[in-house]
């Protein structure tokens, strides 16, 4: 079945990096976009970016260029993503979701999530 | 950015009762939006996708509608299983924003 499958819970301190991955399964990697979205605690849902599998740069909004970076291993049908100058605001759950591939359009919603990955920001 | 809101924020239903929430769009965005729920320590789950689809597997009580900048969320007869957040998300142009979400409880 399709599945991501996120790494686990991580504790950072303020100023380091954090890096998630998310490996894809039961689907053709290279077909599909990969959205990353976060949630601080009791908050609503904060839509990083996107990815495509098969190639090509990743879309961030301006508020997190600079400090976040999206990559991926086709090999292992893996994709990751790094948060740099961590703050606590950057404490949240972190979720990788595949998009919604209609015929061949793209970018129709989120359709499988990942299981999420909390990250901790905190001295 | 395309910034979305949504109305109410929270609102208490009884089983049986229509339930109607509106994200409206600061500017157009065709039919380019979903909604998702999103139970208590779970991840969200897409419902409707291209406004007015629905997602295989969603009960037929939901429903959406809508273009351009005013979308609807109907859940025709909540069950208390549907006590959930619903946020819209629109797919239009980057960054794909979210609403700030509808807490819906059902009793």
């Known amino acids: 079945q399709v599945q991501l499958v996120q790494s686990g819970a991580e504790v950072k301190k303020p100023g380091a990096s954090v890096k998630v991955s998310c490996r894809a399964s039961?689907?053709?990697?290279?077909?599909?976009?990969l959205h990353w979205v976060r949630q601080a605690p009791g908050q609503g849902l904060e839509w990083m970016g996107i990815i495509k599998g098969s190639g090509g740069s990743a879309r961030l909004p301006q508020k997190l260029q600079g400090r976040v970076t999206m990559t991926r291993d086709t090999s292992t049908s893996t994709v990751y993503m790094e948060l740099s100058s961590l703050r606590s605001e950057d404490t949240a759950m972190y979720y990788c979701v595949r998009d919604l591939l209609i015929g061949d359009k793209n970018l129709n919603g989120m359709d499988v999530w990942g299981q999420g990955t909390p990250v901790t920001v905190s001295s | 950015d395309i910034q979305l809101t949504q109305s109410p924020s929270f609102l208490s239903a009884s089983v049986g009762d229509r339930v109607t929430i509106t994200c409206r769009a600061s500017?157009?965005?065709?039919?380019?939006l979903a909604w998702y729920q999103q139970k208590v320590g779970e991840a969200p789950k897409l419902l409707i996708y291209?406004?007015?689809t629905l997602q295989s597997g969603v009960p037929s009580r939901f429903s959406g509608s809508g273009s351009g900048t005013e979308f609807t969320l109907t859940i025709s007869s909540p069950q208390p299983e549907d006590s959930a957040t619903y946020y819209c998300q629109q797919l239009y142009s980057y960054p794909f924003t979210f609403g700030p979400g509808t807490k819906v409880h059902v009793k």
């Open positions: 291209t406004a007015s």
């Open positions: 039961g689907y053709t990697f290279s077909s599909y976009y």
């Open positions: 500017q157009d965005i065709s039919s380019d």
